[in-house]
């Protein structure tokens, strides 16, 4: 069935690092792939996605690749910041419609100034 | 206010107690979710609903009740708590059309329940 994997946390960068946080998935097809942010006491939010094979999603500086070759869609940001401290989630749709999605379990990311 | 909101943000029970977690979307979506978090877990699917009075089992339903009467509210009840649904459950909403391959989720701030 579909799986998402994503590298184990916690991530522990200090400002201005590069930051990779690695997501492979396993699905039928080419499905849309999402990044979720979660923030300190809040929900999650959607940070970028890509929705075909080859696609970049970015925002906030962060970016991502649909890498269909690797099954791929590893979250990368060149220089992190104190605020971007925050769990990562990597997603993609679960089969059956209905907009459902299918979460990894999530990265951890600490920055320090 | 527009949003997603989940009431009670707080709560603590006790084992073998009823508890209704309440949700409420102002922008209409026909597509809604309730999700728990647990580390280890990420999120994992409990009950989703297509419109009103369509819901559906996701992937660890066992123990929740979930009813949909009107489009804008989707609470989730714990039928007789139990120590292992202390967690934090978010309600998710969507709309049922999206350009190709949106399926962006809104969600809400979430509901920390603990169950002693």
């Known amino acids: 069935g579909d799986s998402v994997t994503q590298m184990e946390g916690p991530v522990t960068l200090s400002e201005e690092a590069f930051l990779t946080i690695n997501c492979t998935y396993t699905a039928t097809g080419y499905p849309s792939l999402f990044w979720y942010v979660q923030y300190p006491g809040e929900g999650l939010q959607l940070l970028l996605k890509?929705?075909?094979?080859?696609d970049k999603g970015s925002n906030k500086g962060f970016e991502a690749t649909y890498r269909k070759e690797t099954t791929s869609f590893h979250l990368e940001k060149g220089s992190v910041q104190v605020s971007d401290s925050a769990v990562y989630f990597c997603?993609?749709?679960?089969?059956?419609?209905?907009?459902?999605?299918?979460f990894g379990a999530g990265t951890r990311l600490a920055v320090h100034p | 206010d527009a949003g997603i909101t989940q009431s009670p943000r707080y709560k603590i029970t006790e084992t073998g107690r009823q508890v209704t977690l309440m949700c409420h979307q102002t922008w209409s979506h026909s597509y809604m979710f309730w999700y728990r978090q647990d580390l280890g877990h990420g999120l994992r699917l409990i009950y989703y609903s297509a419109a009103a009075d369509i819901t559906d089992k996701g992937e660890v339903p066992d123990g929740y009740v979930v009813s949909r009467s009107k489009t804008e509210n989707f609470p989730l009840t714990l039928e007789s708590a139990t120590r292992s649904q202390t967690s934090v459950y978010f309600c998710a909403s969507s709309e049922s059309w999206s350009s190709l391959g949106s399926y962006e989720q809104y969600f809400g701030p979430g509901t920390r329940l603990t169950v002693t």
């Open positions: 890509a929705t075909k094979a080859d």
């Open positions: 997603a993609l749709p679960l089969s059956g419609g209905y907009n459902k999605l299918i």
